[in-house]
């Protein structure tokens, strides 16, 4: 499974349209499934970083326009790719980090399409894999990052579960780990011992590993400060629901760090 033609890789059926050639080493990989305006106006703030990094939108099945071609293509979008195999989250980011690995990008950075991240952090993220670090999580609770109208609920449940959970399989003491924000060299995501490429991470399994995973088999990971903003009023931006998906997420970090999701 570690081979870039190999056809054990499990990706999940989808169609890509690319506008544009390969331009970059790195490759941003942006999820995206009904954000609307408020990807609309991510896309705008991206449009300052081209030449950085090459966009790659991975559309879940949006029904709502915001995988709308010409439209990311006037954004400066190189590729969109659109599911259409089954999965959730985790079958995008498998989707997206196959694309770009078979492109021959040396690294990604992963960033939510909802508009709370702050999209200025990216070159720092570039540059922590030029100097070779393989995982670059960002945190909006180290000297620097920002946290800002965080839900209390998912800020205890940060710092008293997932937090200490994860730092402790990890034998890496991290600050954020519910952040989807951060970057992965090609290094790590080829690793033998990672494998990302199976059909067990459907949702939200993938980032749970990953964050237990990369520092288990490299040294090469670091927190870097980033903000994280969500609406002071309002609906909150998110696809996790209040019961079911935090029972979900329980469940997948339990998993996680007890090692259900390695390779054999």
């Known amino acids: 499974m570690?081979?870039?033609?190999?056809?054990?890789?499990?990706v999940p059926a989808h169609d890509v349209t690319e506008f544009a050639p390969k331009r970059t080493r790195y490759a941003i990989c942006i999820p995206v499934l009904n954000e609307g305006e408020r990807f609309a106006r991510e896309l705008e703030e991206l449009a300052g970083l081209a030449g950085t990094a090459d966009l790659l939108v991975l559309d879940g099945g949006?029904?709502?326009?915001?995988?709308?071609p010409e439209r990311l293509r006037s954004h400066g979008v190189r590729a969109l790719l659109v599911k259409t195999g089954p999965g959730r989250l985790s079958a995008q980011l498998r989707m997206g980090y196959a694309y770009a690995l078979r492109q021959g990008y040396e690294g990604v950075v992963t960033v939510d399409a909802n508009g709370k991240d702050d999209v200025g952090a990216i070159p720092r993220f570039l540059a922590e894999l030029d100097v070779g670090f393989d995982l670059v999580q960002g945190s909006r609770f180290l000297p620097g990052g920002e946290a800002v109208n965080t839900p209390i609920s998912r800020l205890l449940a940060m710092r008293l579960i997932h937090v200490p959970l994860i730092s402790l399989a990890a034998g890496f003491r991290y600050?954020?780990?519910?952040?989807?924000?951060?970057a992965y060299s090609r290094a790590l995501l080829l690793h033998p011992k990672v494998?990302?490429?199976?059909?067990?991470?459907?949702?939200?399994?993938?980032?749970?590993?990953m964050s237990v995973r990369g520092p288990r088999v490299s040294g090469r990971v670091k927190e870097i400060p980033v903000a994280r903003r969500y609406p002071a009023q309002g609906k909150v931006p998110t696809k996790i629901s209040p019961i079911r998906g935090q029972l979900e997420l329980l469940a997948t970090l339990l998993r996680a760090v007890s090692g259900a999701f390695n390779p054999p």
């Not at 570690?2 to 499990?10: P, S």
């Open 2 to 10: 570690t081979g870039l033609g190999d056809g054990a890789w499990q």
């Open 62 to 68: 949006s029904s709502d326009g915001s995988a709308e």
């Open 175 to 182: 600050t954020d780990t519910t952040n989807g924000y951060r």
């Open 195 to 209: 494998q990302p490429f199976r059909d067990v991470f459907v949702s939200y399994e993938l980032l749970a590993y």
